[in-house]
């Protein structure tokens, strides 16, 4: 049973805009979660990170919201840009195990 | 960047044949892994390594086996290819496991296998 989920496979989001990507999980016991963005034939690369005792992580056009009640996480990216298109994992964790990634939701950002 | 190589970038190979997965490492970081990304799937971890000789299972291990004789290297094995191991895979590192470590990853491995 997937503990990660991201039920969106993609979203579409004009240039300048809010972009808003969602993820679910069901293990009550991740106390840590990250988010990934992955280009075209390249690795992925961490983008932001959020501990369980948080409930928002901000760094420059990205923020990471934790609703640990509601089980979920979210990505805003404000404004949107057309190099913010990519394929975006959301991860967690729980102490001293490895990551769990979700499937990904494919962004574009139209000019 | 992150100091990750993996090699070969892409391989061709047949059903029925072995085939070793290199990725190489100059961070000297502890933690090694594996991970296979697959349309649907997204990433989904094969194997991992804590040290030299120390490796450890993931969620989809069977038909792969790994070793890691030096803390930069760390090899991914299909003892016998088959189809469903089509895939594309990455190597990522990371200083430790705990949660609060970050994982970085490698351009990946485009395997086919006919």
């Known amino acids: 049973d997937q503990q990660v989920k991201q039920n969106s496979p993609s979203l579409s989001v004009q240039e300048g805009r809010i972009s808003i990507l969602n993820c679910d999980y069901t293990?009550?016991?991740?106390?840590?979660f990250l988010w990934y963005k992955k280009y075209p034939a390249e690795g992925p690369t961490f983008l932001i990170s959020?501990?369980?005792?948080?409930d928002k992580n901000e760094d420059g056009r990205f923020t990471v919201f934790l609703n640990k009640s509601a089980k979920h996480l979210s990505l805003h990216i404000v404004p949107s840009q057309p190099g913010d298109s990519a394929v975006y994992f959301c991860a967690a964790s729980e102490g001293n195990t490895p990551l769990v990634f979700g499937k990904g939701t494919r962004l574009s950002v139209i000019a | 960047d992150a100091g990750i190589t993996q090699s070969p970038r892409h391989k061709v190979t047949e059903t029925g044949t072995p085939v070793t997965l290199r990725c190489h490492q100059t961070?000297?970081?502890?933690?090694m892994y594996w991970y296979r990304q697959d349309p649907g799937h997204g990433l989904r971890l094969i194997h991992y390594s804590y040290g030299v000789k120390d490796t450890d299972k993931g969620e989809v291990s069977d038909g792969y086996s790994v070793s890691r004789s030096k803390t930069e290297d760390f090899l991914l094995t299909l003892e016998s290819a088959t189809s469903s191991q089509t895939s594309v895979y990455f190597c990522?590192?990371?200083?430790?496991?705990?949660?609060?470590?970050?994982?970085?990853f490698g351009p990946g491995t485009r395997l086919t296998v006919t």
């Open positions: 959020i501990s369980s005792i948080k």
């Open positions: 293990n009550s016991m991740f106390d840590y």
């Open positions: 961070e000297n970081h502890r933690y």
């Open positions: 990522a590192i990371s200083p430790g496991l705990l949660s609060s470590y970050e994982q970085y």
